[in-house]
């Protein structure tokens, strides 16, 4: 097993989220027990969608993208490279499982090592070669050793529950009435889109330090940067061909995926999940460097 150094940067950026997230959360609940939102309806919701999310996000994430688990005799060498990637991580084997879809991708879920899933699509079981292969395999177990995917799904039910109420707040005006319910109303929806807003961004920023960090795990793990810059390459210049009706089938999980699910990248860096690709390469090739002094 090769020593493995934690990411202190992607540890503190975890920790940093969740702290802002939970400050935003309370001012939040604090605004909906003031104006007299049903507080007992409002926290049963909370606590039921949350332990949902905990407990099931991994099956929600799996089912919406038609992933089958397989068993080693149904994939022998993709069983063999995972585990052989697991041996040399320190990880326990997790399920492994195929998404039948042309979109060359990969991604990793679920709450905590034991219970992991690694996906690959059949597009990118076609596209890359062995070494590129356990390249991206290995950039998702450093998902699963970092256990990055958990924090994203707990940070991501504030901001789906902060929607939520931007969509139906009319169901939580609760019990004010007279002349300036209407007002109470317009400000928790306002403050509602404001919680939304920025656990969006925060959400959106740890996702994309935590791509860095995967990108460097694999480079530990396989010890060639070299092959997961050229798995890269090749999945972006692929999906730039991949029709839309395929991309927007699976965009629903795009802060999972290794590369995003969209044909164009966005012009706002602060609105991608996912670092640009010649950032992403640059820094695998400064990585090659270090590992080769």
Known sequence: MKVWKPDLGLQARMLLTIFLLGVVYLIFLAVLVYFRA????????????????????????LMSMGAKVVSESEAPELHEIVSRLCSIAGLPKPRIAVVKSNVPNAFATGRNQKSSVVAVTTGILQQLNKSELEAVLA??????????????TIASFISTLAFFFVRNFLLFGGGRRGRDSGSSLIIVWLVSVVVYGVSYLLILALSRYREFAADRGSAIITGQPSNLASALRKISGIMTRIPSEDLRKVEGVNAFFIIPAVAKASIFNLLSTHPPLEARIAALERIEKELAA
């Open 38 to 61: 049903d507080l007992l309806t409002t926290l049963v919701f909370i606590g039921g969608f949350m332990l949902l999310q905990y407990f099931y996000s991994d099956k929600v994430v």
């Open 139 to 152: 950039h998702e177990l450093t998902h699963v050793k970092n256990r990055d995917a958990m924090v994203l």
